[in-house]
């Protein structure tokens, strides 16, 4: 798992490390996010997206 901080877009953020992740042959490459937007652009990258409740169903009470 990988954890990066954006300096100013978020979004673009996430899809710029992606395609670094996508390219580098990383997989699976997961996002998780409820933006529908930011959805399609990962996933026309080759990323899995799942929303926040698959999230919080993983996370100890």
């Given at each position: 798992?990988?954890?990066?901080?954006a300096a100013a877009s978020g979004d673009d953020?996430?899809?710029?490390?992606?395609?670094?992740?996508?390219?580098?042959?990383?997989?699976?490459?997961?996002?998780?996010?409820?933006?529908?937007?930011?959805?399609?652009?990962?996933?026309?990258?080759?990323?899995?997206?799942?929303?926040?409740?698959?999230?919080?169903?993983?996370?100890?009470?």
């Amino acid at each position: 798992m990988t954890i990066e901080r954006a300096a100013a877009s978020g979004d673009d953020a996430v899809v710029a490390v992606v395609e670094s992740a996508v390219a580098a042959g990383d997989a699976p490459v997961v996002v998780v996010t409820a933006d529908r937007g930011l959805r399609d652009r990962v996933q026309a990258l080759g990323a899995a997206v799942r929303g926040p409740g698959w999230l919080r169903e993983l996370l100890p009470d």
